[in-house]
């Protein structure tokens, strides 16, 4: 019977399918992740032997592998940087075999997984809408505990405390999700002054009306705002609310909070249990007595130095679809308004590193935030971010990429394009990008073939 349904099903699709394309014309689709080469992954060109040299041992550092006795826990979600940024090369984002599954058992430790983590789903971190006492939290909540492990670096012995029960979180629709973003090219992106996003963000209004699309209500132009740090008002922009304003504080933060790894940024424990530390806080520090600068770092200005020094993702110029595909689709991409957030590039300004300094920066994001509807809203606030703001997320790389939006909703393009529309509900306003996204529906299969080809060549 169920089989019957299905085949039933299928063939309903199908009518739909041939009743919307014209004869002889194939459906646009997702062409999937870029078979070339991964185009990522270098340095920098440009950097000096010694910004080579802090590079190499950030990259190493990046994919260390740490344990109970340098600090691993006692909370925390997975062991190593390079585990959730690793597709398609160290740095990227979620592998296709996702490595929570294997780490919440492994070395004795006794975690069950959360219904979210799955081995074929992207790498997951979990947020908590509200507290217990219904006030806002938006914190990560780590998912696994050192309990029972015992690792080359030591033995959890002793350490007894329980995991937190996300059955019961999921069942009362408290928990937000949240998938890796990639950190190639992040030290160009660490060096666009405020003022060149500033100036354009007020440019998109006049590029708009150049398009004919001014006429569209005021509510619906994607201008974006900063997320701006509360102490001195500069522009954040890392993390899926442009939460961060440097590499650095954003590799402190996650060593604490991914790896549950305290350093100079962030010196507190994830969860002080006495029974359960078993390195001295904080776990990562300077090493004053080092021979070498390089030595003298701590791990979480390595990893600022690696990712600050690694090249933008390259795109291809004929792959997928052949090069005049392509280039149609980037003029689409422009003419039907996802440029409008989606910038395509930006220049740096004046940096310390010569390679970074006035250089441009594809990334396809203005790194401001915008109001995305009940459809993308996740509930959490941070910093000027609602809750239902994201940072436009930057599409260089997309053409290796296989977990799209900031919870890994899907792996295919177009439903990623299609889920920036809903409409306004009592508590979240209609999306910015409704206008947009009706303008993309309105495309004919072949131009929404040329579109995806462009952006599977990011
Ligand atoms: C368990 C998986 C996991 C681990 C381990 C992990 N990250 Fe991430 N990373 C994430 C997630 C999820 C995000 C998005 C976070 C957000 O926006 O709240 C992210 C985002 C980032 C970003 C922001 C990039 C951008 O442009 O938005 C940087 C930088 C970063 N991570 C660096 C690191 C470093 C350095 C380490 C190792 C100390 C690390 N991460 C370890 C999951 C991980
Ligand atoms: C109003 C601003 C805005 C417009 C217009 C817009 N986007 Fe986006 N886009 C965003 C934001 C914000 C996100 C992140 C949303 C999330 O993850 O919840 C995003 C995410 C994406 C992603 C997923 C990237 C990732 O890292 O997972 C793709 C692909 C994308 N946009 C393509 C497009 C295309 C193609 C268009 C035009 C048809 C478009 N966008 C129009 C703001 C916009």
Known sequence: ????????????????????????????????????AAGAGAMLAGLTA???AFFASGLEAFSEADGVGNGLGPRFNLDSCVGCHSQPAAGGTSPAVNPQVEIATALGARNVLPAFVTIDGPVREARLKYKSDGSRDGGVRSLFVISGRRDDRGDAKGCAIAQDDF???????????????????????????????????GASAAQKTTLGIGGRPSRLIPVGNPNRNGNDGTIARFGWKA???????????????????????????????????????????????????????????????????????????DQPGGAASIGRGRSLFTSIGCALCHTPALRTGASTVSA??????????????????????????QGDA??????TAPLWGLGQRLFFLHDGRTSDLIEAIQAHASPGTGRFAASEANGVITRFRALRESDTQDLSNFLRSL
């Open 243 to 317: 939460q961060n304003r440097s590499l650095l504080m954003f590799a402190g933060e996650a060593y604490n909070v991914e790896q549950g790894i305290s350093n100079e940024l962030f010196p507190s424990e994830r969860d002080d249990t006495p029974t359960c530390l078993f390195a001295p806080t904080p776990n990562d520090a300077t090493n004053t007595d080092a021979a070498t600068g390089i030595d003298a770092v701590a791990d979480i200005q390595k990893f600022a130095m690696f990712m600050r020094f690694l090249a933008p993702p390259q795109p291809s110029s």
């Open 50 to 52: 010694t910004q080579q």
């Open 356 to 381: 970074l300094s006035s250089q441009t920066a594809n990334l396809f994001s203005d790194l401001l935030l915008h109001r995305m509807g009940p459809g993308l809203a996740d509930d959490v606030v």
């Open 167 to 201: 059955a019961y979180h999921l069942g009362r629709n408290n928990v937000s999700l949240r998938i890796p973003t990639p950190v190639f090219g992040g030290g160009l992106i660490e060096a666009i002054a405020d003022a060149a996003l500033m100036a354009n963000a």
């Open 386 to 391: 609602g809750p239902d703001e994201f940072r």
């Open 1 to 36: 019977m169920r089989t019957r349904m299905a085949v039933l099903s299928t063939l309903v699709v199908s009518l739909v399918i041939l009743a919307r394309s014209a004869p002889g014309q194939l459906i646009s689709r997702d062409p999937g992740v870029r078979r070339s």
